[in-house]
């Protein structure tokens, strides 16, 4: 028998970790012995001391504060857990060797029940996503019991389990800390970097198996369902803002993928690019994944707190292994979701969500989160259902996407997205004569679509930077400014940004200095031009729509609650001074353009939007014809 199993088997209640990452490689598991330890950053959690240079980690949700965002702080540590020693042993010797003990659980039960999470629910849509504050949000809640007579050898029992049933999870993983444990089995890839290449793994929409299995015909209808298709692209948008950031000339996305669990099966993309960040850097960028808090996520993570108040402890944290030796650092991580916290009383707590956007149903939502805990509520009780009603497929499921109807349904869907965000970053790079070497201000209103226009811009030959708003902006030196997007309502005297735009905007109409405005600011630009501004019913958060430019169709991405309708006699007035307005039946404004000045309501930026570099050029091109100067009060035209 394998050393370290056999010690483990022994002592049980001992710091040790279980981990298999089928990934990268599918026959054996990972042992480690630990050491706990404990911090309160992230870069002193990453840093190793001479001996001990790969660590275990476990970050609490609380950990988004180092980022400046809103959490209800509920004193979780981040747990460092230095290896000191590891070996591995295959999949099926693992499974023989391990305890196979009954498990007695009893007081199961939501900390909200279905009522009271229906009516979280409600709530977030009509005052949240109704009122502009973001796109989607995440919204969880907590099944909570209590194994009997709970030891720590039952950790090994149900991590048997969970290793025959869930070998298609991204980390099938069990931790012991010796003060408490966690045991997951999370589909989802946070971040990793191997090889000076970071990769995130953006993964949303939700088919729970019939109770026959998987059918075709549902399966079809899932993946034609826009509301499961929008929940993805939005966050593949959150994500590519994480890696454009990260990730010098941003990231490329694969081919749309399913992702098959035991119980579920779910849509994902997998985002890849080159970076020259360190490991504690990647870790607290991409921290805390859109997938479990929402878009945008500053915005989300402030919706969240107040609707959250007990506070998430390590659920939509990162479970993390990182190697600090010299000649190889990497960084593999998974979301910590699917993972339940277990005490050494033997309380048992698995925190579970479900993505809230504008057309939720409130009673499906919770039948998703459902769903979602079902796996680890399968293994506590030996594979039955009882007080969760879940249904689960008798027979292993077959690859789904081999079924050629499947296959032909995913290409289909990877056809309607942006054609700059499919292609390797090295072969979109073309750098346009009049985009070359032109200086770039893109102006941040909490919002980081700013870093995949910083990327758009690169890739055609300009010299971009971001740079939050604020009233006193110095644009002179820049030959274009981009008044970036943000979440909120452009008529809010009270918010800070939404004034420092408009003051911003006024300066550079009255210096002449060409600028793009794009959604928030193209709102709040229309209203320095005298165009109503209304609340739209339902919002455009995260849809893709088919619009006229003039007498081209382009398929583009809104975010946006409000919009700008077109009021005749001030649209005839300011055409005759050289502006140009485009709009739909409905009048609502989707573009604006000008000699000095442009603006679109959509996101031409997004992965939503499949010709977004080329709107781009469309609209800017003459903007960049006008020459600035830091010595001039305004520009000129060359």
């Given at each position: 028998?394998?050393?370290?199993?056999s010690?483990?088997?022994?002592?049980?209640?001992?710091?040790?970790?279980?981990?298999?990452?089928?990934?990268?490689?599918?026959?054996?598991?990972?042992?480690?012995?630990?050491?706990?330890?404990?911090?309160?950053?992230?870069?002193?959690?990453?840093?190793?001391?001479?001996?001990?240079?790969?660590?275990?980690?476990?970050?609490?949700?609380?950990?988004?504060?180092?980022?400046?965002?809103?959490?209800?702080?509920d004193?979780?540590?981040?747990?460092?857990?230095?290896?000191?020693?590891?070996?591995?042993?295959?999949?099926?010797?693992?499974?023989?060797?391990?305890?196979?003990?009954?498990?007695?659980?009893?007081?199961?039960?939501?900390?909200?029940?279905?009522?009271?999470?229906?009516?979280?629910?409600?709530h977030?849509?009509?005052?949240?996503?109704?009122?502009?504050?973001?796109?989607?949000?995440?919204?969880?809640?907590?099944?909570?019991?209590t194994?009997?007579?709970?030891?720590?050898?039952?950790?090994?029992?149900?991590?048997?389990?969970?290793?025959?049933?869930?070998?298609?999870?991204?980390?099938?993983?069990?931790?012991?800390?010796g003060?408490?444990?966690?045991?997951?089995?999370?589909?989802?890839?946070?971040?990793?970097?191997?090889?000076?290449?970071?990769?995130?793994?953006?993964?949303?929409?939700?088919?729970?198996?019939?109770?026959?299995?998987?059918?075709v015909?549902?399966?079809l209808?899932?993946?034609?369902?826009?509301?499961?298709?929008?929940?993805?692209?939005?966050?593949?948008?959150e994500?590519?803002?994480?890696?454009?950031?990260?990730?010098?000339?941003?990231?490329?996305?694969?081919?749309?993928?399913?992702?098959?669990?035991?119980?579920?099966?779910?849509?994902?993309?997998?985002?890849?690019?080159?970076?020259?960040?360190?490991?504690?850097?990647?870790?607290?960028?991409t921290?805390?994944?859109?997938?479990?808090?929402?878009?945008?996520?500053?915005s989300?993570?402030?919706?969240?707190?107040?609707?959250?108040?007990?506070?998430?402890?390590?659920?939509?944290?990162?479970?993390?292994?990182?190697?600090?030796?010299?000649?190889?650092?990497?960084?593999?991580?998974?979301?910590a979701?699917?993972?339940?916290?277990?005490?050494?009383h033997?309380?048992?707590?698995?925190?579970?969500?479900?993505?809230?956007?504008?057309?939720?149903?409130p009673?499906?939502?919770?039948?998703?989160?459902?769903?979602?805990?079902?796996?680890?509520?399968?293994?506590?009780?030996?594979?039955?259902?009882?007080?969760?009603?879940?249904?689960?497929?008798?027979?292993?499921?077959?690859?789904?996407?081999?079924?050629?109807?499947?296959h032909?349904?995913?290409?289909?869907?990877?056809?309607?997205?942006?054609?700059f965000?499919?292609?390797?970053?090295?072969?979109r790079?073309?750098?346009?004569?009049?985009?070359?070497?032109?200086?770039v201000?893109i102006?941040?209103?909490?919002?980081?679509f700013t870093?995949?226009?910083?990327?758009?811009?690169?890739?055609?030959?300009?010299?971009?930077?971001?740079?939050?708003?604020?009233?006193?902006?110095?644009?002179?030196?820049?030959?274009?400014?981009?008044?970036?997007?943000?979440?909120?309502?452009?008529?809010?005297?009270?918010?800070m940004?939404?004034?420092?735009?408009?003051?911003?905007i006024?300066?550079?109409?009255?210096a002449?200095?060409?600028?793009?405005?794009?959604?928030?600011?193209?709102?709040?630009?229309?209203?320095?031009?005298?165009?109503?501004?209304?609340?739209?019913?339902?919002?455009?958060?995260?849809?893709q729509?088919?619009?006229?430019?003039?007498?081209?169709?382009?398929?583009?991405?809104?975010?946006n609650?409000?919009?700008?309708?077109?009021?005749?006699?001030?649209?005839?007035?300011?055409?005759?001074?050289?502006?140009?307005?485009y709009?739909?039946?409905?009048?609502?404004?989707?573009?604006?353009?000008?000699?000095?000045?442009?603006?679109v309501?959509?996101?031409?930026?997004?992965?939503?939007?499949?010709?977004?570099?080329?709107?781009?050029?469309?609209?800017?091109?003459?903007?960049?014809?006008?020459?600035?100067?830091?010595?001039?009060?305004?520009?000129?035209?060359?």
């Amino acid at each position: 028998m394998n050393n370290l199993l056999s010690s483990i088997l022994s002592f049980p209640e001992q710091p040790f970790a279980l981990l298999y990452r089928p990934t990268f490689n599918s026959e054996v598991v990972e042992i480690f012995q630990l050491r706990l330890e404990k911090a309160h950053t992230i870069e002193h959690a990453v840093s190793s001391d001479s001996l001990n240079r790969e660590k275990l980690l476990l970050l609490p949700f609380r950990q988004v504060i180092e980022r400046g965002y809103s959490a209800v702080d509920d004193g979780m540590p981040i747990l460092s857990l230095p290896v000191i020693a590891r070996q591995q042993v295959s999949v099926s010797s693992l499974i023989e060797q391990l305890p196979e003990r009954p498990l007695s659980v009893n007081n199961v039960h939501f900390n909200l029940d279905d009522e009271q999470f229906c009516h979280r629910v409600t709530h977030l849509i009509e005052n949240e996503i109704g009122q502009g504050a973001g796109s989607n949000f995440v919204l969880h809640r907590k099944l909570r019991a209590t194994i009997s007579e709970y030891e720590p050898a039952h950790l090994l029992s149900l991590y048997r389990r969970l290793l025959k049933t869930e070998s298609s999870a991204y980390w099938v993983f069990l931790i012991n800390t010796g003060e408490q444990a966690f045991i997951g089995v999370s589909p989802e890839l946070h971040a990793s970097l191997h090889d000076g290449e970071v990769s995130m793994n953006p993964i949303s929409g939700t088919y729970p198996y019939p109770a026959a299995g998987p059918t075709v015909e549902s399966l079809l209808t899932f993946l034609s369902c826009q509301k499961e298709t929008n929940e993805l692209f939005m966050v593949v948008d959150e994500e590519l803002k994480v890696m454009s950031q990260l990730c010098e000339k941003g990231a490329q996305v694969s081919e749309l993928k399913l992702k098959q669990l035991s119980h579920v099966v779910h849509t994902e993309y997998v985002l890849r690019g080159k970076s020259h960040a360190g490991i504690a850097d990647i870790l607290r960028e991409t921290f805390p994944a859109p997938t479990v808090i929402g878009s945008p996520i500053q915005s989300a993570c402030d919706v969240i707190t107040r609707y959250e108040p007990e506070g998430r402890r390590y659920y939509s944290g990162v479970v993390a292994l990182v190697d600090n030796s010299s000649n190889q650092i990497s960084l593999d991580s998974a979301i910590a979701i699917r993972t339940a916290e277990i005490t050494p009383h033997g309380h048992v707590e698995i925190g579970v969500g479900a993505t809230i956007v504008r057309d939720s149903n409130p009673v499906n939502e919770a039948n998703e989160t459902r769903s979602k805990v079902q796996s680890l509520y399968s293994a506590m009780l030996q594979e039955t259902n009882l007080p969760l009603n879940v249904n689960v497929p008798k027979d292993k499921v077959e690859n789904l996407s081999d079924i050629p109807a499947v296959h032909d349904a995913l290409i289909n869907r990877s056809s309607r997205v942006s054609h700059f965000w499919l292609t390797a970053p090295d072969e979109r790079m073309r750098c346009l004569p009049h985009f070359e070497g032109k200086r770039v201000l893109i102006l941040d209103g909490n919002d980081s679509f700013t870093s995949m226009f910083k990327t758009l811009f690169v890739s055609l030959g300009a010299i971009a930077s971001v740079e939050k708003v604020h009233s006193d902006v110095d644009f002179k030196f820049y030959d274009l400014v981009v008044a970036g997007p943000g979440p909120g309502n452009p008529l809010d005297e009270n918010d800070m940004r939404v004034k420092a735009m408009r003051s911003v905007i006024k300066r550079m109409i009255a210096a002449e200095h060409p600028f793009f405005a794009v959604c928030l600011s193209h709102q709040i630009l229309s209203t320095l031009l005298g165009l109503p501004i209304v609340r739209l019913s339902p919002p455009n958060q995260g849809i893709q729509k088919v619009i006229w430019l003039g007498n081209r169709q382009e398929r583009v991405g809104f975010y946006n609650t409000f919009c700008v309708k077109a009021d005749e006699q001030t649209v005839s007035k300011l055409h005759k001074e050289g502006v140009t307005f485009y709009f739909d039946d409905d009048q609502q404004v989707h573009a604006i353009r000008s000699a000095k000045f442009s603006s679109v309501q959509f996101h031409l930026e997004s992965f939503l939007t499949i010709d977004g570099p080329e709107i781009l050029d469309r609209f800017v091109k003459p903007l960049l014809q006008t020459q600035c100067s830091g010595n001039r009060e305004k520009c000129i035209t060359v």
